[in-house]
């Protein structure tokens, strides 16, 4: 009895995750060579038929003098790693003109998804981000320091609501 019992609960909860699938997620790996975990920040991510929003934070960022991590991409057709463009951004607290660390597909900005299906009205998103980021003005992208860079090595896993 106990044993169906243990049994029955194991089924269901493997279950439940998939039909309580809830907007979240989180990143993991390195910044600037340092370990570093983030969470998706649900209110500012979001996808739509051709592209997605991601926004990670972490105080371990603030630590840094960092702000919130965002990564999106644009594509045609399915979504299946075949990106149009792709950018992160990584603001730079406290300067004066606003700064922040940048890299895009031309870039050699790596990006890689290893899993993605809709359901429900959300995107449901693995994969991995790497590239090295320059500092730049945020304001039209504009005198980069190529001798400022960020390093950046992120596996993900978020789950996005529809933009409405």
């Not at 972490?58 to 965002?70: F, I, K």
């Not at 596996?155 to 609501?161: C, D, I, Y």
């Amino acid at each position: 009895m106990l044993r169906s019992a243990i049994t029955a609960f194991g089924f269901l909860a493997v279950a439940i995750p998939v039909a309580a699938a809830e907007p979240g997620g989180a990143a993991s790996g390195t910044i600037a060579g340092e370990e570093i975990e983030l969470s998706v920040w649900t209110e500012q991510s979001d996808y739509t038929s051709s592209s997605f929003s991601i926004y990670f934070r972490a105080s371990a960022l603030r630590e840094r003098g960092l702000g919130n991590l965002s990564l999106g991409a644009e594509w045609i057709g399915d979504l299946d790693g075949d990106f149009l463009s792709a950018e992160i951004d990584v603001p730079i607290l406290d300067t004066d003109p606003y700064r922040s660390y940048r890299a895009d597909l031309n870039d050699a900005l790596s990006l890689t998804i290893t899993s993605a299906s809709y359901q429900g009205g959300l995107l449901a998103i693995a994969g991995q981000v790497e590239g090295v980021l320059t500092s730049m003005d945020r304001i039209a992208l504009r005198n980069p320091e190529p001798d400022d860079t960020l390093s950046v090595n992120l596996t993900f896993e978020a789950v996005l609501s529809l933009l409405q």
